[in-house]
C-alpha cells in the first residue's frame, strides 16, 4: 500500500508560536492530489487544502501555509502565530484509486 | 453551504446486532463514500459507490457490511451481525467527481459503540 506518513504523533505549543505538521507520502502514481483536514474535538473532518502534483507552488491562506516538495515527497504544513481554536487533529491524505489514504494524524495541541 | 447529513449521531447496539447508519449526501454529488475512524486512530476507506453500484472497496469491507442508496437521496451502510471491533466513528462522505479532483465534503459522523 502506497502510506502516508505524519510521524509527529502529538505537538503541543503555547499560544503564537508557528507549527509545522510534517506529511510524508508514497505513491508511483505521475499524477496525483494531496489534501490537508482538521479533526477539532466536535470530531467532523474538515477540509484545509487540496494539491495537484504538478503545482509545486507553495500556498498561503492567512496563518496557514503548506510547502509541497515533490522531490522529496512531503506536504508539510505551518500554522504561523498559532491560536487557541486550531487544537485539532490534523490528518494529511493522499489520493489513490479513487480513495483517500489517510496519515495516522497529528494531535496539536495549543496552550494559553 | 451545502452539507452530509448523517443520522444517528451515536449509536449504541449488542454484539451481534444490525445496525444501519444513514447519511443524504450533497444532492448534484454522484460519488458516495463511507469511511471508519477506530477511536484514537486514523480514517481508514471502507467503500466507494457510483452509479448504483459500489465501485471500490477496501479489505474491511466484507460480507458482513452492505450498502444501498434506496430512494435516491438516502445512502446507506448496514452491518449484518456487529462485532466489538466493529466500534468506531463512521464517516459518510460525497463528491461531484472522483476523490483526486474533487473535494470530498464529509458528514459529521456516527459514533457506533458496539457492547
Known amino acids: 500500500a502506497q502510506k502516508v506518513t505524519q510521524a509527529q504523533t502529538e505537538i503541543s505549543v503555547v499560544e503564537k508560536e508557528d507549527v509545522t505538521l510534517d506529511c510524508v507520502y508514497e505513491t508511483r502514481d505521475t499524477t496525483y492530489y494531496l489534501f490537508w483536514y482538521k479533526q477539532p474535538p466536535s470530531g467532523e473532518l474538515v477540509f484545509l487544502i487540496r494539491r495537484n502534483s504538478f503545482d509545486e507552488q507553495n500556498e498561503i491562506s492567512g496563518r496557514y501555509s503548506w510547502n509541497f516538495q515533490k522531490s522529496t515527497s512531503s506536504f508539510n504544513f505551518t500554522i504561523t502565530a498559532s491560536q487557541v481554536v486550531d487544537s485539532a487533529v490534523y490528518f494529511c491524505a493522499r489520493e489513490g484509486a479513487q480513495k483517500l489514504v489517510f496519515g495516522q494524524g497529528t494531535r496539536l495541541t495549543i496552550n494559553p | 453551504e451545502p452539507e452530509v447529513t448523517q443520522t444517528p449521531s451515536h449509536q449504541v447496539t449488542q454484539m451481534g446486532q444490525e445496525v444501519i447508519l444513514r447519511c443524504v449526501p450533497i444532492?448534484?454529488?454522484?460519488?458516495f463514500y463511507w469511511y471508519r475512524q477506530i477511536l484514537g486512530q486514523k480514517v481508514e476507506f471502507l467503500v466507494s459507490?457510483?452509479?448504483?453500484?459500489?465501485?471500490?472497496k477496501s479489505e474491511i469491507f466484507d460480507d458482513q457490511f452492505s450498502v444501498e442508496r434506496p430512494d435516491g437521496s438516502n445512502f446507506t451502510l448496514k452491518i449484518r451481525s456487529t462485532k466489538l471491533e466493529d466500534s468506531a466513528m463512521y464517516f459518510c462522505?460525497?463528491?461531484?467527481?472522483?476523490?483526486?479532483?474533487?473535494?470530498?465534503?464529509f458528514g459529521a459522523g456516527s459514533r457506533l459503540t458496539v457492547l
Open positions: 444532492s448534484n454529488h454522484l460519488y
Open positions: 462522505a460525497s463528491s461531484w467527481g472522483t476523490s483526486g479532483a474533487n473535494v470530498l465534503t
Open positions: 459507490f457510483y452509479n448504483n453500484e459500489i465501485s471500490e
